[in-house]
């Protein structure tokens, strides 16, 4: 089972961000690098996702690992 990414919807997680009780994974996002634990702590608790995705496409979007963009099929 996979799970999305709350800050940049990237599918393909391995593990939930949050569980069932609201403790952190602790796992970085391979796409936008967020990593649940730290990083919502580090922006402060209010509108922690929408911040880091505002700055996060701010500068540019790019990929943390590059490697696990997936490839886009030509129709």
């Known amino acids: 089972m996979n799970y999305i990414c709350p800050i ?3 599918d393909k997680l391995v593990n939930p961000p949050y569980d ?3 403790n952190e994974s602790y796992d970085i996002c391979l796409c936008c690098a967020f990593e649940y634990g730290v990083d919502d ?3 402060g ?4 996702f929408e911040r880091y995705r505002m700055d996060w496409i701010n500068e540019g979007a790019k990929w943390f690992y ?3 963009r997936p490839v886009k ?3």
């Open 73 to 75: 099929r030509e129709r």
């Open 8 to 10: 940049c919807g990237f």
């Open 66 to 68: 590059p490697s696990h």
């Open 20 to 22: 069932e009780k609201g």
């Open 41 to 43: 702590f580090n922006y």
């Open 45 to 48: 608790l209010v509108n922690v």
